[in-house]
């Protein structure tokens, strides 16, 4: 892993999920798996009971967030910038949603400020943030809003999904709709931004000097030339002539069905799909249990665990850590310009 002295933020999530249990799990393995320095922005009584729930050894030390990489061989680095919480493993209505959002905001601020490399997000149950006042469908929503609140950015700004494995990464062009609503949102501009976005990051982020996009079609065999829906005809091959005359190397609309067998990811980079199950059941399928959501489209990195608060492993020790290693890993190379 590459070094740095500046370290990860990471979101304290649903208390009452896996979100603290993973972290905690995390810190222990830290030295066997070489992990980079991160620290939490949570209650520290709850991770202190937490870690006690699980069997875990796991000494807490209330820090700045640029001093987490000096304790974080010794300690787990906690930013303290909730209320108490309290440790209610599983407990689905829990009335915990503003300090789950002043969390997600304060990690923000501190890669704004510097004093992180980026943001690794903890699985959250929206429910409760919605009875918080929360207003947006999701994580990569409120990323948005907060990217345009704090920085001055002027490049195309859209929090854009990934989820990347080791063996495929996808990029839904529509994310939390429902399927009968896919064909009226699918658009010409959304493919193309979305796709302009997907090769910047993959340049800029992932350091692919010609990234290759797949473009999924959206009906059975990318519509047969319009004889099984005419949205593969009429938007999406539209939409992948201006990708290329733009010069990204981008192919489509290709059958889904075919896009995801070994040799057919050989051709590929990325594959951006028109709506959320058609990639990311084969993403999850192919990497369950180490994919990470990545956001592209921000002026800063975000990454997180591909899954959710899983309450039913909360607080058993049953959780695995897996994707999070992963997504820290992940966080800290692609906050590190030029480590790939």
Same mark, same amino acid.
């Given at each position: 892993? /590459? ?9 304290m999530?649903e ?5 603290? &249990?993973?972290?905690l799990m995390?810190?222990?393995a ?8 991160? #620290?939490?922005?949570?209650d520290p ?11 875990? @050894?796991?000494?807490?030390?209330? %820090?700045?967030?640029?001093? +987490? #990489?000096?304790?974080?061989s ?5 930013v !303290?910038?909730?209320?108490?919480v309290?440790?209610?493993?599983g ?5 915990? *949603?503003? &300090? ?20 690794? @997000?903890?699985?959250?149950n ?8 929360? !207003? #947006? /469908? ?6 948005g ?10 490049k195309?700004l ?6 990347a494995?080791?063996?495929?990464m ?13 064909? %009226? ?5 959304l493919i193309?931004e979305t ?11 992932? *350091?692919l000097a ?7 079609g959206?009906?059975?065999h ?8 005419t949205e &593969? ?5 539209p +939409?992948?002539e ?13 059958p889904a ?8 990811? $050989?051709?590929?980079?990325c594959?951006?799909?028109?709506y959320?199950? $058609?990639?990311l %059941? ?7 249990? &180490? *994919? ?9 990195v ?6 959710g608060?899983?309450y039913g492993?909360?607080? @058993? ?5 897996d994707?999070f290693?992963a997504?820290?890993?992940? +966080?800290?190379v ?7």
């Open positions: 892993m /590459p070094q740095n002295k500046t370290p990860v933020a990471v979101t999530g208390p009452a999920g896996i979100g603290p &249990d993973i972290a995390a810190w222990v830290r030295k066997d798996l070489g992990l980079p320095p991160f #620290y939490m922005r949570a009584g709850l991770l202190a009971h937490r870690a006690h729930r699980l069997g875990l @050894t796991v000494p807490i030390q209330l %820090v700045e967030p640029e001093d +987490a #990489y000096k304790t974080f010794k300690s787990l680095p906690v !303290s910038g909730t209320a108490p309290e440790d209610r493993p407990d689905e209505i829990a009335t915990t *949603g503003q &300090d789950v959002i002043s969390s997600i905001e304060g990690c923000v601020r501190d890669v704004h400020e510097g004093r992180a490399i980026a943001v690794l @997000t903890n699985p959250i929206k429910a409760n943030l919605y009875e918080a006042g929360f !207003s #947006y /469908p999701g994580h990569t929503e409120y990323l809003a907060l990217a345009e609140k704090l920085w001055a950015f002027d195309l859209r929090p854009v999904m990934m989820i494995g080791p063996d495929l996808v990029v839904p062009v529509t994310i939390h709709i429902a399927l009968k609503d896919v064909p %009226v949102q699918l658009t010409r501009d193309v796709g302009r976005i997907v090769a910047r990051d993959l340049r800029e982020r992932f *350091g010609e990234p290759r996009i797949a473009v999924c959206l009906n059975p990318a519509g047969e030339n319009g004889t099984m829906g &593969d005809r009429d938007i999406i091959a +939409a992948v201006i990708l290329q005359q733009e010069g990204i190397d981008v192919s489509g609309p290709l069905d075919t896009l995801f067998h070994a040799r057919a990811r $050989q051709t590929y980079d594959a951006l799909g028109m959320h199950d $058609q990639v %059941v084969p993403a999850k399928t192919l990497a369950f249990d &180490d *994919g990470v959501n990545v956001t592209l489209g921000l002026p800063f975000r990454t997180s665990p591909d899954h608060t899983a492993l909360a607080g @058993t020790g049953k959780a695995k850590p994707s290693v997504a820290l890993r992940m +966080a800290t692609l906050g590190n310009p030029g480590a790939l």
